[in-house]
Each structure stands twice: as structure tokens, then as C-alpha cells.
Nanobody, 122 residues
Framework: VQLQASGGGLVQAGGSLRLSCAAS????????IGWFRQAPGKEREFVAG????????YYAESVKGRFTISRDNAKNTVYLHMESLKPEDTAVYYC????????????????WGQGTQVTVSS
């Protein structure tokens, strides 16, 4: 599975953005997908995840109620809709795929996209 994240940009605090993670490969629909982010000087951290059916989602506490993850398996795409953005959301955002587990642990993910920059100005 190859992943490509897009949709990042510069937005003011309180604004919104939608990130997309486009995947290639016929088995995309069998993968659980996670979004992670990495700010300068910090560890890469889990943001949101969605299991392969799209029925179950899970979020980091810091983004609950503001971010929504969804997927369209027909389009091989996972989305991360981000609202009420804060300066502390500034980071490079990555999507990743995990075949057999729904997890917040980055070491459990098998494939990673290249990342898209999100910058939130105050």
C-alpha cells in the first residue's frame, strides 16, 4: 500500500482544514488507517484512527470533539476533518496503514505517507 497525504496549509486559529490520504493498492479497504503528527522537536504522536470498515474511530484526547476521521473505500481515501484549530495543532501530519491491528502505537503501522504541513497562526 502506498499512501499520499495532502490538504495541509496555513490557517488562522479557529479555522478548519480537511486532510486527505489517498492510497494505491487493491487491499486498501482491509487496512486500518491512522493519522499522526509531528511538531518540530517533538515525537510523532497519534491523532486519529479508523478501522477498515469505517465503523469504529478513535482519537487522541487533544483532538476529540474537534477532529473527525472518515474513509471512502470506494475512493481509496481517508479524510481528517479538523475544526477549531489551535496553534498547538501545527505539525506535519502523516497517514499510516496497519493491516491487523487498530492501534495508537506508531510502531504497529506498516506503511506511511510522506506528510503534509499544517500551520495554525494565532
Amino acid at each position: 500500500v502506498q499512501l499520499q497525504a495532502s490538504g495541509g496549509g496555513l490557517v488562522q486559529a479557529g479555522g478548519s482544514l480537511r486532510l486527505s490520504c489517498a492510497a494505491s493498492g487493491r487491499t486498501f479497504s482491509s487496512y486500518n488507517i491512522g493519522w499522526f503528527r509531528q511538531a518540530p522537536g517533538k515525537e510523532r504522536e497519534f491523532v486519529a484512527g479508523i478501522i477498515w470498515t469505517g465503523i469504529n474511530t478513535y482519537y487522541a484526547e487533544s483532538v476529540k470533539g474537534r477532529f473527525t476521521i472518515s474513509r471512502d473505500n470506494a475512493k481509496n481515501t481517508v479524510y481528517l476533518h479538523m475544526e477549531s484549530l489551535k496553534p498547538e495543532d501545527t505539525a506535519v501530519y502523516y497517514c499510516a496503514a496497519a493491516r491487523h491491528i487498530a492501534t495508537m502505537e506508531k510502531s504497529d503501522y506498516d506503511y506511511w505517507g510522506q506528510g503534509t504541513q499544517v500551520t495554525v497562526s494565532s
